[in-house]
């Protein structure tokens, strides 16, 4: 049965959770952006539709699909107002079944790796779905990028937007508890893509929730991202071994090419002889926000393509984000606009807890226990 957000909201109630953490009703509003448009974007194997929602509010402009809650689109104007979309993607739906990197997708149970796919939490083990060598990663073979989500537009006041909602079956790609999730894509007045993420579990376990848009500034299929201008508010990261496991170390930034405190281009450092690089073949590291874990969303990074003049900045009051380079883009994948993309021709800033945390006693808990509320927000800001 198709999931719906009465299903969820039913189900929240029968595992003793407050349904009134994610009541409220879509209502009409003539102020803001008009209300989001749905068509369809194609069918699953098995039958199942998936949409394409458009928004667009503030300046901004945006495309979701109910597969994988991705981000399909989205476009912004330069300094002399001409738009782009500036986030990779992919053509049709058959395509992101088979073969997209996370394109614009939201992650979950667990963004990020766990190493040998496996943790430990009250004594049992579980073992997960192993998807990345040895690793388990952004939740394993069949991740909340590829399931369905039930989606509910919204307007409120002057903002636009999309509840995304999915609940994921205990056991789920190994995981324990039923974990109802509930995603909500906001566009406000002044253009900002608000991301608010919010689960609840019938069972203890752990939860890491991010979304995996890659990123180009100067438009999407443009080229490389090497000159795009990089500031990330952190004094210390987290190395990893080869496998890009963290080894449990908070390691400086200064003296490093992963120094991005002051603004720098991507590239100035990205081929230096440093090991870190060699085993992510470039950026691909969580770093340590120096702001730590917030109650309200702070100042994380800022990226800025110099010729466009397009800047996005990114809030969150998770204590991570994870930079990474587009090592992996190899030419194989042709994008929504037509075009190869290659090695760094985009990147993600993924806002989250630590890689291997349920590992990691030291690292900021994922833990979610019954009774308690997964709650954590991410917004981008885009400007000239």
């Not at 999407?220 to 990330?232: A, C, K, P, R, V």
Request: with cysteine.
């Amino acid at each position: 049965m198709e999931l719906n957000r009465r299903t969820v909201i039913a189900g929240a109630a029968a595992a003793g959770v407050a349904t009134t953490a994610w009541g409220g009703t879509a209502h009409a509003s003539s102020k803001g952006g008009g209300r989001p448009v749905r068509k369809p974007f194609g069918r699953l194997a098995d039958g199942t539709r998936v949409d394409r929602w458009t928004l667009e509010n503030g300046g901004t402009r945006m495309g979701v699909l109910s597969y994988g809650g991705i981000v399909h689109s989205l476009e912004v104007p330069d300094r002399r107002g001409r738009y782009a979309n500036v986030s990779l993607g992919l053509r049709t739906l058959e395509e992101y079944v088979a073969s997209s990197p996370y394109f614009g997708a939201l992650i979950g149970r667990y963004g990020n790796r766990i190493g040998e796919g496996t943790f430990t939490l009250d004594g049992t083990r579980y073992q997960l779905s192993v998807n990345d060598g040895d690793n388990s990663l952004h939740g394993g073979e069949q991740g909340f990028d590829k399931r369905v989500w039930d989606v509910e537009p919204f307007t409120r006041g002057s903002d636009v937007g999309l509840h995304l909602y999915y609940t994921s079956a205990d056991g789920e790609m190994g995981y324990p508890g039923t974990l109802r999730t509930k995603v909500t894509y906001t566009l406000t007045r002044h253009g900002d893509w608000r991301v608010d993420y919010e689960a609840v579990t019938d069972r203890p376990t752990v939860v890491n929730l991010t979304s995996h848009v890659y990123w180009n500034l100067a438009g999407e299929g443009s080229g490389g991202i090497t000159d795009h201008e990089l500031s990330i508010a952190a004094s210390r990261y987290t190395p990893v071994d080869a496998g890009l496991i963290p080894t449990g170390e908070r390691a400086k930034v200064a003296g490093t090419p992963f120094d991005f405190r002051r603004a720098k281009p991507v590239g100035r450092d990205i081929r230096t002889a440093h090991q870190q690089l060699l085993y992510g073949q470039g950026f691909d590291h969580n770093w340590v926000l120096d702001k730590g874990v917030t109650a309200r969303p702070e100042h994380a990074a800022t990226l800025r393509d110099p010729a466009s003049g397009r800047t996005l900045r990114i809030a969150t009051n998770e204590p991570g984000l994870q930079f990474y380079s587009g090592n992996f883009l190899d030419g194989t994948l042709v994008g929504s606009g037509g075009r190869v993309y290659r090695q760094g021709d985009g990147l993600c800033l993924e806002t989250q807890h630590f890689p291997d945390s349920p590992n990691q006693p030291a690292f900021p808990s994922t833990v979610l226990r019954p009774g308690e509320t997964y709650r954590t927000t991410t917004v981008h800001s885009f400007g000239t």
